[in-house]
Every structure is written in C-alpha cells, then in structure tokens.
C-alpha cells in the first residue's frame, strides 16, 4: 500500500503540470479612455498642467473593440514612477497635484475583464508637461480649462508563432 501512495504523490506533479493551458493568446481587445478636467489643458495634442495646481481624473473607462461585455476593477495611479494612490470605485477618480516642472508622466494600472477573455492587466501612460504658471501654457486665452480625454488602445500582440 505504501508503493501505491508513492506512485500516486510521484504522479501528482506530472496532473499539475499537465492542467496549464496557453491563455496568452486570448487577451482582452479593448479601448480605453481617461477623462480628466479642472487644471489640465491641451493644447496641440500636449498635455499641460500648472506646478502646485491639482488636476482632476474623471473617470477611467473601457470599451470592447468587438462588443462583448467588458469592465476594469481598481486602478493605481502612479506620477512619474511612484505611487500616488489607487481607486477601487467606479468611475475610478483621482486627485493629481503636479510638483515638478517640466515633463512629467501619470502612469495607470488596472485589470481589464472580457467576456470570454483571459484577465489581462492593462498600463497607460500619460505624458504632460508642467508650468510655473497658465501664462506659459502654449496658445493661453485667459479661459478656463475644458475636459480632455486621452485615449489609448489596449491590445494583444501580434502571435509570433
């Protein structure tokens, strides 16, 4: 009896191993978009925010490319490389307060549900620049900011086999 558990616990790695499947290939195909207002302006497809002037991140959404149901969970916000805080509540809004002059990077980190999809975790990237002050933002009229989007497509890559 005991060679017979013996072969069994030598055949257990071998079951585990053989359970994997390939998911890589069937990533989520989805559209996403950020809306963001009050401090951020763009200006010739340049994103420009005032030093010291917080900026507001609206809503973060996902759109499936081919029309199945699809959702994002939390969301860590990250202003050039370090973590700024996280959402967990839908429309997943943020706070952001520019400290350093000049080009900056918000970085985003969520995970992407698809209806017949593997789990798939997205990251955008979201360049702009900083001002001392509104006057130095290219093209200023004196009005106040209006919402921007800024959109990107999350995507699996092209099959190398």
Do not use: H, W
């Amino acid at each position: 009896m005991k060679k017979l558990y013996l072969f069994l616990l030598a055949l257990l790695p071998i079951a585990l191993l053989s359970s994997c499947s390939n998911d890589g290939d069937n990533l989520a195909d989805v559209d996403m978009s950020v809306a963001m207002s009050n401090g951020i302006t763009k200006v010739d497809g340049v994103y420009y925010a005032v030093e010291g002037e917080p900026f507001t991140i609206d809503a973060i959404t996902a759109t499936s490319v081919n029309g199945s149901a699809t959702a994002i969970s939390g969301v860590d916000y990250y202003l050039n490389y370090r973590l700024i805080g996280y959402s967990l509540v839908s429309p997943f809004g943020a706070s952001v307060v520019p400290t350093k002059l000049g080009n900056n990077v918000l970085q985003l980190y969520t995970t992407v549900l698809q209806v017949d999809k593997s789990i798939t975790m997205a990251y955008l990237e979201v360049p702009f620049v900083v001002v001392s002050s509104v006057e130095d933002i290219p093209g200023y009229d004196g009005s106040a900011s209006t919402p921007v989007t800024y959109k990107g497509r999350i995507s699996p890559a092209p099959s190398t086999n």
